[in-house]
Protein backbone atom coordinates (compact mmCIF):
# COMPACT_ATOMS: atom_id res chain seq x y z
CA UNK A 1 0.00 0.00 0.00
CA UNK A 2 1.12 3.52 -1.12
CA UNK A 3 1.83 5.13 2.79
CA UNK A 4 4.08 7.82 2.46
CA UNK A 5 4.68 10.37 5.06
CA UNK A 6 5.11 14.04 4.96
CA UNK A 7 7.81 15.42 7.39
CA UNK A 8 10.16 19.15 7.14
CA UNK A 9 13.30 18.69 8.28
CA UNK A 10 16.40 20.86 8.19
CA UNK A 11 18.95 19.32 6.19
CA UNK A 12 22.16 20.40 4.16
CA UNK A 13 22.06 21.27 0.11
CA UNK A 14 25.10 19.56 -2.40
CA UNK A 15 25.44 21.38 -5.75
CA UNK A 16 26.30 18.41 -8.03
CA UNK A 17 25.14 18.06 -11.33
CA UNK A 18 21.37 16.71 -11.71
CA UNK A 19 21.28 13.25 -13.11
CA UNK A 20 18.78 10.50 -12.55
CA UNK A 21 18.45 6.29 -12.97
CA UNK A 22 15.74 3.68 -12.34
CA UNK A 23 16.04 2.84 -8.04
CA UNK A 24 18.92 0.31 -8.22
CA UNK A 25 17.51 -3.41 -7.26
CA UNK A 26 18.19 -4.70 -4.02
CA UNK A 27 16.23 -8.34 -4.43
CA UNK A 28 12.97 -9.45 -6.03
CA UNK A 29 11.28 -12.76 -4.44
CA UNK A 30 8.79 -14.86 -5.74
CA UNK A 31 6.57 -15.85 -2.98
CA UNK A 32 4.61 -18.97 -3.91
CA UNK A 33 1.31 -17.21 -2.90
CA UNK A 34 -0.92 -15.32 -5.11
CA UNK A 35 -0.91 -12.54 -2.56
CA UNK A 36 -4.07 -10.16 -1.67
CA UNK A 37 -2.51 -9.14 1.99
CA UNK A 38 0.64 -7.13 2.52
CA UNK A 39 2.52 -5.93 5.28
CA UNK A 40 5.79 -3.86 5.30
CA UNK A 41 7.64 -3.98 9.02
CA UNK A 42 10.09 -1.81 10.09
CA UNK A 43 13.33 -2.53 8.21
CA UNK A 44 15.15 -2.70 11.82
CA UNK A 45 12.34 -5.03 12.72
CA UNK A 46 14.08 -7.14 9.85
CA UNK A 47 10.46 -8.86 8.14
CA UNK A 48 7.51 -8.45 6.31
CA UNK A 49 4.40 -10.23 5.23
CA UNK A 50 2.25 -11.10 2.41
CA UNK A 51 -1.03 -13.31 2.56
CA UNK A 52 -4.08 -14.45 0.10
CA UNK A 53 -7.39 -15.84 2.09
CA UNK A 54 -5.84 -19.24 2.95
CA UNK A 55 -2.00 -18.86 3.71
CA UNK A 56 0.64 -16.37 4.92
CA UNK A 57 4.43 -16.26 4.33
CA UNK A 58 6.95 -13.62 6.32
CA UNK A 59 9.87 -12.90 4.63
CA UNK A 60 13.50 -11.04 5.81
CA UNK A 61 13.49 -7.54 4.76
CA UNK A 62 17.36 -7.78 4.55
CA UNK A 63 17.24 -10.15 1.37
CA UNK A 64 13.76 -11.14 0.95
CA UNK A 65 14.06 -15.31 1.71
CA UNK A 66 11.12 -16.67 3.56
CA UNK A 67 11.36 -17.14 7.66
CA UNK A 68 8.19 -19.35 6.97
CA UNK A 69 4.97 -19.64 4.88
CA UNK A 70 1.37 -21.66 6.38
CA UNK A 71 -1.74 -22.12 6.04
CA UNK A 72 -4.52 -20.26 8.63
CA UNK A 73 -5.97 -23.82 8.62
CA UNK A 74 -3.10 -25.25 9.56
CA UNK A 75 -1.80 -22.45 12.48
CA UNK A 76 -6.10 -21.90 13.82
CA UNK A 77 -7.73 -24.94 12.50
CA UNK A 78 -10.82 -22.83 13.37
CA UNK A 79 -10.41 -19.95 11.00
CA UNK A 80 -11.42 -21.34 7.66
CA UNK A 81 -10.28 -18.02 5.49
CA UNK A 82 -9.03 -15.00 6.61
CA UNK A 83 -10.56 -11.54 5.74
CA UNK A 84 -7.98 -9.31 7.29
CA UNK A 85 -5.09 -9.11 9.18
CA UNK A 86 -3.55 -6.14 11.61
CA UNK A 87 0.08 -5.78 12.37
CA UNK A 88 1.16 -4.71 15.58
CA UNK A 89 4.92 -4.58 14.67
CA UNK A 90 6.19 -3.63 17.73
CA UNK A 91 4.68 -6.47 19.75
CA UNK A 92 5.63 -8.99 16.59
CA UNK A 93 1.91 -10.20 16.96
CA UNK A 94 -0.80 -10.00 13.59
CA UNK A 95 -4.36 -10.66 14.66
CA UNK A 96 -6.53 -12.47 11.73
CA UNK A 97 -10.28 -11.75 11.57
CA UNK A 98 -12.30 -14.42 10.00
CA UNK A 99 -15.93 -12.69 10.04
CA UNK A 100 -18.48 -14.87 9.80
CA UNK A 101 -22.35 -13.97 9.76
CA UNK A 102 -22.64 -12.46 13.24
CA UNK A 103 -19.48 -15.22 14.40
CA UNK A 104 -16.04 -13.55 14.03
CA UNK A 105 -13.51 -15.51 14.71
CA UNK A 106 -10.09 -13.91 15.80
CA UNK A 107 -6.67 -15.65 15.84
CA UNK A 108 -3.58 -14.00 17.01
CA UNK A 109 -0.21 -15.46 15.97
CA UNK A 110 3.31 -14.65 16.23
CA UNK A 111 4.95 -12.61 13.33
CA UNK A 112 8.45 -14.21 13.67
CA UNK A 113 7.53 -17.98 13.68
CA UNK A 114 3.63 -18.43 12.85
CA UNK A 115 2.78 -20.21 15.80
CA UNK A 116 -0.84 -19.73 17.20
CA UNK A 117 -0.62 -17.40 20.30
CA UNK A 118 -4.55 -17.52 21.27
CA UNK A 119 -8.17 -17.64 19.88
CA UNK A 120 -11.44 -16.30 20.29
CA UNK A 121 -15.11 -15.44 19.11
CA UNK A 122 -15.64 -13.16 22.47
CA UNK A 123 -15.17 -9.52 20.66
CA UNK A 124 -17.43 -9.31 17.97
CA UNK A 125 -17.87 -6.43 14.90
CA UNK A 126 -14.65 -4.98 16.25
CA UNK A 127 -12.05 -3.56 13.43
CA UNK A 128 -8.30 -2.63 13.56
CA UNK A 129 -9.15 0.61 14.41
CA UNK A 130 -11.03 -0.58 17.61
CA UNK A 131 -7.65 -2.42 18.86
CA UNK A 132 -4.79 -0.34 20.57
CA UNK A 133 -1.40 -2.08 21.66
CA UNK A 134 -0.31 -0.60 25.13
CA UNK A 135 3.53 -1.19 24.85
CA UNK A 136 4.61 -0.27 28.39
CA UNK A 137 2.51 -3.17 29.75
CA UNK A 138 2.58 -5.55 26.82
CA UNK A 139 -1.26 -5.66 26.33
CA UNK A 140 -4.07 -4.80 24.23
CA UNK A 141 -6.77 -2.30 24.75
CA UNK A 142 -10.20 -3.05 22.56
CA UNK A 143 -12.70 -1.06 22.30
CA UNK A 144 -16.50 -2.53 22.16
CA UNK A 145 -19.58 -0.80 21.95
CA UNK A 146 -20.34 -0.73 25.66
CA UNK A 147 -16.88 -1.17 27.27
CA UNK A 148 -13.11 -1.16 26.79
CA UNK A 149 -11.85 -4.53 27.42
CA UNK A 150 -7.59 -5.00 28.08
CA UNK A 151 -6.02 -7.97 27.60
CA UNK A 152 -2.38 -9.85 27.89
CA UNK A 153 -0.93 -9.51 24.69
CA UNK A 154 0.49 -12.78 24.83
CA UNK A 155 -2.38 -14.82 26.01
CA UNK A 156 -5.40 -13.36 25.22
CA UNK A 157 -6.15 -13.12 29.05
CA UNK A 158 -8.93 -10.90 29.77
CA UNK A 159 -6.94 -8.34 32.43
CA UNK A 160 -10.43 -6.16 33.49
CA UNK A 161 -13.06 -4.46 31.78
CA UNK A 162 -14.55 -1.43 32.10
CA UNK A 163 -17.92 0.54 30.90
CA UNK A 164 -16.98 3.83 32.02
CA UNK A 165 -14.73 4.45 29.28
CA UNK A 166 -16.40 4.77 25.71
CA UNK A 167 -14.88 5.00 22.34
CA UNK A 168 -11.33 3.83 21.26
CA UNK A 169 -7.86 4.90 23.34
CA UNK A 170 -6.43 7.68 21.56
CA UNK A 171 -2.52 9.05 22.40
CA UNK A 172 -2.24 8.75 26.07
CA UNK A 173 1.01 9.12 28.61
CA UNK A 174 2.06 5.75 30.74
CA UNK A 175 3.24 6.29 34.37
CA UNK A 176 4.89 2.99 35.32
CA UNK A 177 5.59 4.14 38.49
CA UNK A 178 2.27 3.70 39.20
CA UNK A 179 1.18 2.01 36.76
CA UNK A 180 -1.51 4.83 35.42
CA UNK A 181 -2.01 5.64 32.25
CA UNK A 182 -3.63 9.23 31.01
CA UNK A 183 -5.58 8.96 27.77
CA UNK A 184 -8.10 10.63 25.83
CA UNK A 185 -11.16 8.47 23.86
CA UNK A 186 -11.66 9.19 20.19
CA UNK A 187 -13.93 7.08 17.15
CA UNK A 188 -12.43 7.14 13.57
CA UNK A 189 -14.25 8.57 11.17
CA UNK A 190 -14.44 4.68 9.78
CA UNK A 191 -16.51 3.75 12.69
CA UNK A 192 -17.92 6.87 13.68
CA UNK A 193 -21.74 5.38 13.49
CA UNK A 194 -20.47 2.24 15.86
CA UNK A 195 -20.65 5.01 18.53
CA UNK A 196 -23.43 6.78 19.01
CA UNK A 197 -23.83 9.21 21.52
CA UNK A 198 -20.49 9.33 22.84
CA UNK A 199 -18.93 11.58 24.80
CA UNK A 200 -15.42 13.00 24.62
CA UNK A 201 -13.44 11.57 27.70
CA UNK A 202 -10.04 12.46 29.36
CA UNK A 203 -9.08 9.90 32.04
CA UNK A 204 -6.48 8.74 34.17
CA UNK A 205 -6.95 5.03 34.64
CA UNK A 206 -5.50 2.65 36.81
CA UNK A 207 -3.58 -0.11 34.82
CA UNK A 208 -3.80 -2.70 36.91
CA UNK A 209 -7.31 -3.36 37.95
CA UNK A 210 -9.29 -0.70 35.44
CA UNK A 211 -10.46 1.74 37.69
CA UNK A 212 -11.07 5.10 36.41
CA UNK A 213 -8.77 7.91 38.82
CA UNK A 214 -10.33 10.69 37.30
CA UNK A 215 -12.49 11.65 34.07
CA UNK A 216 -13.19 14.97 32.70
CA UNK A 217 -14.39 16.13 28.73
CA UNK A 218 -12.50 17.99 26.44
CA UNK A 219 -13.64 20.62 23.69
CA UNK A 220 -13.17 18.92 20.17
CA UNK A 221 -12.56 16.18 17.95
CA UNK A 222 -9.85 13.72 18.70
CA UNK A 223 -8.77 11.72 15.66
CA UNK A 224 -5.94 9.71 13.94
CA UNK A 225 -4.79 10.37 9.82
CA UNK A 226 -7.11 7.99 8.26
CA UNK A 227 -3.80 6.12 6.74
CA UNK A 228 -1.01 7.21 7.81
CA UNK A 229 -2.34 6.78 11.27
CA UNK A 230 -0.63 9.94 12.98
CA UNK A 231 -2.31 11.77 15.69
CA UNK A 232 -4.34 15.26 14.73
CA UNK A 233 -3.32 16.39 18.48
CA UNK A 234 -0.90 15.87 21.05
CA UNK A 235 -1.21 15.21 24.70
CA UNK A 236 1.63 15.86 27.76
CA UNK A 237 2.16 15.55 31.05
CA UNK A 238 3.99 17.84 32.10
CA UNK A 239 5.15 18.03 36.15
CA UNK A 240 1.26 18.59 37.82
CA UNK A 241 -0.68 19.11 34.23
CA UNK A 242 -2.22 17.20 31.75
CA UNK A 243 -2.15 19.62 28.88
CA UNK A 244 -4.03 18.49 25.24
CA UNK A 245 -3.58 20.34 22.30
CA UNK A 246 -6.49 19.94 20.33
CA UNK A 247 -8.06 23.15 18.65
CA UNK A 248 -6.00 25.01 20.78
CA UNK A 249 -5.05 24.04 24.39
CA UNK A 250 -6.76 22.55 27.42
CA UNK A 251 -5.25 22.37 30.53
CA UNK A 252 -5.73 19.53 33.67
CA UNK A 253 -4.75 19.04 36.75
CA UNK A 254 -3.02 15.84 36.71
CA UNK A 255 -3.49 14.47 40.24
CA UNK A 256 -7.56 15.20 40.15
CA UNK A 257 -7.98 15.84 36.67
CA UNK A 258 -9.80 19.53 37.61
CA UNK A 259 -9.99 21.91 34.60
CA UNK A 260 -7.29 24.61 35.41
CA UNK A 261 -7.98 26.73 32.09
CA UNK A 262 -8.55 26.50 28.26
CA UNK A 263 -8.07 28.34 24.96
CA UNK A 264 -9.80 25.31 22.82
CA UNK A 265 -12.59 25.73 20.01
CA UNK A 266 -14.45 23.06 18.45
CA UNK A 267 -13.54 22.55 14.84
CA UNK A 268 -14.54 20.42 11.55
CA UNK A 269 -13.05 20.24 8.54
CA UNK A 270 -15.92 18.63 6.41
CA UNK A 271 -16.64 20.42 3.54
CA UNK A 272 -13.34 22.39 2.75
CA UNK A 273 -12.37 19.49 -0.06
CA UNK A 274 -15.00 17.68 -2.05
CA UNK A 275 -14.74 14.05 -1.36
CA UNK A 276 -13.96 12.05 -4.52
CA UNK A 277 -15.99 8.93 -6.20
CA UNK A 278 -15.25 5.57 -4.76
CA UNK A 279 -13.40 6.89 -1.27
CA UNK A 280 -13.80 4.34 1.82
CA UNK A 281 -11.99 6.22 4.03
CA UNK A 282 -11.58 10.32 4.10
CA UNK A 283 -9.52 13.07 5.69
CA UNK A 284 -8.83 16.39 5.31
CA UNK A 285 -5.77 17.79 7.30
CA UNK A 286 -3.40 20.70 8.07
CA UNK A 287 -6.71 23.17 7.52
CA UNK A 288 -6.06 24.93 11.29
CA UNK A 289 -2.81 26.24 12.39
CA UNK A 290 -0.94 24.96 15.76
CA UNK A 291 -0.76 27.65 18.77
CA UNK A 292 2.41 29.73 18.86
CA UNK A 293 3.83 29.94 22.21
CA UNK A 294 6.70 32.76 22.48
CA UNK A 295 7.84 33.44 25.82
CA UNK A 296 5.11 33.92 28.16
CA UNK A 297 2.57 34.69 25.38
CA UNK A 298 0.53 31.77 23.08
CA UNK A 299 -1.05 32.68 20.12
CA UNK A 300 -4.59 30.26 19.14
CA UNK A 301 -6.26 30.77 16.00
CA UNK A 302 -10.37 30.32 17.13
CA UNK A 303 -11.92 28.78 14.35
CA UNK A 304 -15.31 28.19 16.11
CA UNK A 305 -17.35 28.09 12.82
CA UNK A 306 -17.43 29.74 9.27
CA UNK A 307 -18.59 33.09 10.64
CA UNK A 308 -16.61 33.68 13.80
CA UNK A 309 -12.82 33.29 13.36
CA UNK A 310 -9.89 35.01 15.27
CA UNK A 311 -6.28 35.55 16.19
CA UNK A 312 -6.55 35.26 20.45
CA UNK A 313 -3.73 35.61 22.38
CA UNK A 314 -3.71 34.19 26.25
CA UNK A 315 -1.19 34.31 29.27
CA UNK A 316 0.45 31.14 28.34
CA UNK A 317 0.54 30.04 32.36
CA UNK A 318 -2.82 30.85 33.55
CA UNK A 319 -4.97 31.07 30.10
CA UNK A 320 -5.82 34.99 31.17
CA UNK A 321 -7.34 36.21 27.68
CA UNK A 322 -5.48 39.35 26.66
CA UNK A 323 -6.91 40.27 23.67
CA UNK A 324 -8.96 39.00 20.52
CA UNK A 325 -8.03 40.27 16.93
CA UNK A 326 -10.74 41.57 14.37
CA UNK A 327 -12.88 38.87 12.71
CA UNK A 328 -11.18 37.36 9.59
CA UNK A 329 -14.10 37.03 7.46
CA UNK A 330 -14.49 33.89 5.20
CA UNK A 331 -11.43 32.13 5.42
CA UNK A 332 -11.85 27.93 4.95
CA UNK A 333 -8.76 27.36 6.31
CA UNK A 334 -5.92 29.17 7.95
CA UNK A 335 -2.79 26.47 7.77
CA UNK A 336 -0.03 28.58 8.66
CA UNK A 337 0.47 31.67 11.67
CA UNK A 338 4.04 32.76 12.44
CA UNK A 339 4.84 35.18 14.97
CA UNK A 340 7.96 37.44 14.52
CA UNK A 341 8.98 39.98 16.54
CA UNK A 342 5.27 42.54 16.77
CA UNK A 343 3.15 40.51 14.37
CA UNK A 344 1.28 37.46 14.00
CA UNK A 345 1.18 36.53 10.27
CA UNK A 346 -1.47 34.40 8.82
CA UNK A 347 -1.98 32.91 5.88
CA UNK A 348 -5.49 31.96 4.56
CA UNK A 349 -6.23 29.18 2.42
CA UNK A 350 -3.22 27.34 0.29
CA UNK A 351 -2.28 23.43 0.77
CA UNK A 352 -4.14 21.25 2.74
CA UNK A 353 -3.29 17.78 3.41
CA UNK A 354 -5.77 14.72 1.81
CA UNK A 355 -5.91 11.30 2.52
CA UNK A 356 -7.99 8.79 1.96
CA UNK A 357 -8.77 5.29 0.24
CA UNK A 358 -9.49 4.76 -3.12
CA UNK A 359 -11.11 1.70 -5.18
CA UNK A 360 -10.54 1.49 -8.95
CA UNK A 361 -12.81 -1.49 -10.24
CA UNK A 362 -12.60 -2.68 -13.72
CA UNK A 363 -13.95 -5.57 -15.64
CA UNK A 364 -10.83 -7.25 -15.06
CA UNK A 365 -9.42 -6.33 -11.74
CA UNK A 366 -10.04 -4.67 -8.46
CA UNK A 367 -7.24 -2.07 -7.14
CA UNK A 368 -7.40 -0.35 -3.51
CA UNK A 369 -5.18 2.33 -3.11
CA UNK A 370 -4.03 4.62 -0.30
CA UNK A 371 -3.62 8.08 -0.85
CA UNK A 372 -1.65 10.75 0.71
CA UNK A 373 -1.44 14.23 -1.31
CA UNK A 374 -1.93 18.02 -1.16
CA UNK A 375 -4.63 20.46 -2.74
CA UNK A 376 -5.24 24.16 -2.98
CA UNK A 377 -8.11 25.69 -0.86
CA UNK A 378 -9.31 28.76 -1.18
CA UNK A 379 -10.26 32.37 -0.64
CA UNK A 380 -6.45 32.84 0.05
CA UNK A 381 -4.69 35.79 1.09
CA UNK A 382 -2.07 36.89 3.82
CA UNK A 383 -3.14 38.78 6.90
CA UNK A 384 -0.93 40.33 9.66
CA UNK A 385 -1.89 41.83 13.42
CA UNK A 386 -0.22 44.03 16.24
CA UNK A 387 1.23 41.49 18.65
CA UNK A 388 0.17 44.15 21.41
CA UNK A 389 -3.27 44.52 20.87
CA UNK A 390 -4.47 42.41 18.18
CA UNK A 391 -5.07 45.21 15.53
CA UNK A 392 -4.82 44.58 11.71
CA UNK A 393 -1.32 45.69 11.18
CA UNK A 394 -1.10 45.18 7.22
CA UNK A 395 -2.75 42.59 4.70
CA UNK A 396 -1.76 41.60 1.25
CA UNK A 397 -4.09 41.45 -2.00
CA UNK A 398 -1.70 39.35 -4.69
CA UNK A 399 -2.28 36.51 -3.03
CA UNK A 400 -6.42 36.40 -3.26
CA UNK A 401 -5.83 34.03 -6.77
CA UNK A 402 -3.87 31.54 -5.49
CA UNK A 403 -1.47 30.56 -2.49
CA UNK A 404 0.59 27.28 -1.56
CA UNK A 405 2.09 28.00 1.53
CA UNK A 406 4.85 30.76 3.43
CA UNK A 407 7.94 29.67 5.58
CA UNK A 408 9.58 32.10 8.30
CA UNK A 409 13.39 32.88 6.93
CA UNK A 410 14.59 35.33 9.68
CA UNK A 411 12.30 38.55 9.68
CA UNK A 412 10.80 37.38 6.60
CA UNK A 413 7.73 35.57 5.21
CA UNK A 414 8.92 33.71 2.00
CA UNK A 415 5.15 32.78 0.16
CA UNK A 416 4.77 31.15 -2.91
CA UNK A 417 1.44 32.12 -5.20
CA UNK A 418 1.65 29.12 -7.13
CA UNK A 419 3.60 31.48 -9.93
CA UNK A 420 6.03 33.44 -7.78
CA UNK A 421 7.89 33.08 -4.68
CA UNK A 422 8.15 36.69 -2.83
CA UNK A 423 9.87 37.61 0.51
CA UNK A 424 7.68 39.93 2.54
CA UNK A 425 8.71 41.65 5.78
CA UNK A 426 6.32 40.71 8.48
CA UNK A 427 6.46 44.00 10.39
CA UNK A 428 5.61 45.96 7.53
CA UNK A 429 3.95 44.12 4.61
CA UNK A 430 6.57 45.48 2.29
CA UNK A 431 7.99 42.71 -0.71
CA UNK A 432 11.62 42.30 -0.28
CA UNK A 433 11.28 40.79 -3.54
CA UNK A 434 9.07 38.70 -6.08
CA UNK A 435 10.62 36.11 -8.36
CA UNK A 436 8.68 33.85 -10.97
CA UNK A 437 8.92 30.37 -10.03
CA UNK A 438 9.21 29.82 -14.17
CA UNK A 439 12.59 30.12 -13.64
CA UNK A 440 12.85 27.40 -11.94
CA UNK A 441 11.75 25.67 -15.16
CA UNK A 442 9.16 22.70 -13.45
CA UNK A 443 6.02 24.01 -14.09
CA UNK A 444 3.76 25.87 -11.54
CA UNK A 445 4.17 25.29 -7.54
CA UNK A 446 2.25 22.80 -5.74
CA UNK A 447 4.32 23.54 -2.38
CA UNK A 448 7.47 25.14 -0.91
CA UNK A 449 9.98 23.63 1.49
CA UNK A 450 12.35 25.09 3.95
CA UNK A 451 16.19 23.82 3.61
CA UNK A 452 19.26 24.27 4.95
CA UNK A 453 19.31 27.77 6.95
CA UNK A 454 18.60 29.83 3.47
CA UNK A 455 17.48 27.54 0.71
CA UNK A 456 13.99 27.07 -0.75
CA UNK A 457 12.51 24.02 -2.61
CA UNK A 458 9.58 24.68 -5.31
CA UNK A 459 7.99 21.21 -5.25
CA UNK A 460 7.05 22.25 -8.92
CA UNK A 461 4.39 20.33 -11.04
CA UNK A 462 7.11 18.35 -13.19
CA UNK A 463 9.85 18.24 -10.46
CA UNK A 464 12.17 20.13 -7.99
CA UNK A 465 13.43 23.54 -7.74
CA UNK A 466 15.40 25.45 -5.44
CA UNK A 467 15.93 29.40 -4.74
CA UNK A 468 18.00 31.66 -2.42
CA UNK A 469 15.63 32.62 0.21
CA UNK A 470 17.93 35.89 0.90
CA UNK A 471 17.63 37.11 -2.82
CA UNK A 472 15.39 34.74 -4.68
CA UNK A 473 18.21 34.11 -6.83
CA UNK A 474 17.30 30.25 -8.93
CA UNK A 475 19.83 27.60 -8.04
CA UNK A 476 19.43 24.39 -9.40
CA UNK A 477 16.38 22.13 -10.62
CA UNK A 478 15.78 18.43 -11.31
CA UNK A 479 12.95 17.64 -14.20
CA UNK A 480 10.74 14.99 -14.19
CA UNK A 481 7.10 13.81 -15.42
CA UNK A 482 4.07 15.72 -14.61
CA UNK A 483 3.42 14.16 -11.09
CA UNK A 484 1.95 15.13 -7.13
CA UNK A 485 4.04 15.31 -4.26
CA UNK A 486 3.31 11.96 -2.65
CA UNK A 487 5.13 12.28 0.80
CA UNK A 488 8.26 13.41 2.55
CA UNK A 489 10.57 11.33 4.96
CA UNK A 490 13.95 12.47 5.70
CA UNK A 491 15.84 13.87 2.47
CA UNK A 492 13.66 12.16 0.24
CA UNK A 493 10.78 13.83 -1.34
CA UNK A 494 8.39 11.46 -3.20
CA UNK A 495 6.47 12.57 -6.48
CA UNK A 496 3.64 10.10 -8.05
CA UNK A 497 2.35 10.39 -11.40
CA UNK A 498 -1.42 9.54 -12.27
CA UNK A 499 -0.17 6.42 -13.35
CA UNK A 500 1.63 5.69 -9.96
CA UNK A 501 5.09 5.79 -11.38
CA UNK A 502 7.51 7.34 -9.07
CA UNK A 503 10.68 9.36 -8.19
CA UNK A 504 12.53 9.70 -5.27
CA UNK A 505 14.35 12.84 -4.92
CA UNK A 506 17.57 13.33 -2.57
CA UNK A 507 17.66 16.84 -1.50
CA UNK A 508 21.53 16.00 -0.75
CA UNK A 509 22.41 16.29 -4.58
CA UNK A 510 19.35 17.33 -6.20
CA UNK A 511 19.10 14.29 -7.71
CA UNK A 512 16.72 10.96 -8.29
CA UNK A 513 15.92 7.72 -8.74
CA UNK A 514 12.51 6.41 -10.84
CA UNK A 515 10.41 3.32 -10.78
CA UNK A 516 7.66 3.03 -13.68
CA UNK A 517 4.67 0.86 -11.79
CA UNK A 518 3.19 -1.88 -13.81
CA UNK A 519 -0.44 -1.88 -13.26
CA UNK A 520 -2.04 -3.17 -9.97
CA UNK A 521 1.54 -3.63 -8.28
CA UNK A 522 1.64 -1.86 -4.32
CA UNK A 523 4.56 0.47 -3.45
CA UNK A 524 5.39 1.08 0.21
CA UNK A 525 8.28 3.53 1.11
CA UNK A 526 10.64 2.30 4.14
CA UNK A 527 9.53 4.40 7.00
CA UNK A 528 12.38 5.17 8.90
CA UNK A 529 14.63 6.55 6.51
CA UNK A 530 13.74 6.32 3.38
CA UNK A 531 16.32 4.39 1.89
CA UNK A 532 13.66 1.53 0.04
CA UNK A 533 10.82 1.23 -1.93
CA UNK A 534 9.14 -1.95 -1.43
CA UNK A 535 7.13 -2.92 -4.92
CA UNK A 536 4.00 -5.97 -4.35
CA UNK A 537 2.85 -7.49 -7.39
CA UNK A 538 0.86 -10.42 -7.87
CA UNK A 539 3.56 -13.46 -6.67
CA UNK A 540 6.65 -11.30 -6.18
CA UNK A 541 7.78 -9.03 -3.86
CA UNK A 542 10.76 -6.40 -4.99
CA UNK A 543 13.06 -4.41 -3.07
CA UNK A 544 14.61 -0.94 -4.53
CA UNK A 545 17.05 1.20 -3.36
CA UNK A 546 15.80 5.25 -3.81
CA UNK A 547 19.50 6.43 -3.50
Excluded at 281 to 301: E, H, I, K, N, S
Excluded at 468 to 474: E, Y
Excluded at 503 to 524: D, E, I, P, V
Aim: charged share 25%.
Amino acid sequence: MKKLIFTLLTIGLSFLAVSQEDMPLVWSQDMGIKFVHSGTGLESGGYSYVASAKEMAVFSNEDGSIYWKKSFKDIAPKLKKIDELVPFWESNIIFLFDRKAGKDQIACIDLTDGSLLWTTDKYQKITADMIVYIEEDDGFAISLKKELVYIKAKTGEEVWSTSKFHGVVGKYVYNSSDHSMTMVNFVPSAIIAYFTGMKNQIVRINMQNGDILWENTYVGRADRKVITRDFIYDLEVDGDKVVLRLGGIQVYDYITGANLWSAAFDYTAEGIVKRPRDVSRWGVYGTVADPVVVGDDMYVLDMTDKKHQYVKKYDYHTGKLLWTSKEIKGARAIPGMTVVGDAVALQIGGMVELQYTQTIKTEYYTITYNIVKYKNVKPNGIQAFNTKDGSLKWESEKFRKGITNGITVGDNFIVCSGKALYSINISTGADNYEVPVSKGGVGLAQLILPYGDNIIVVIGEKGLSTFNATDGAFIKKSVYKKSTLSGRIGNIVLMKTDKDDIAAFNLSTMTYTQYNAKKGARTWLEREDAKYVYVYEKKKVTKLLTH
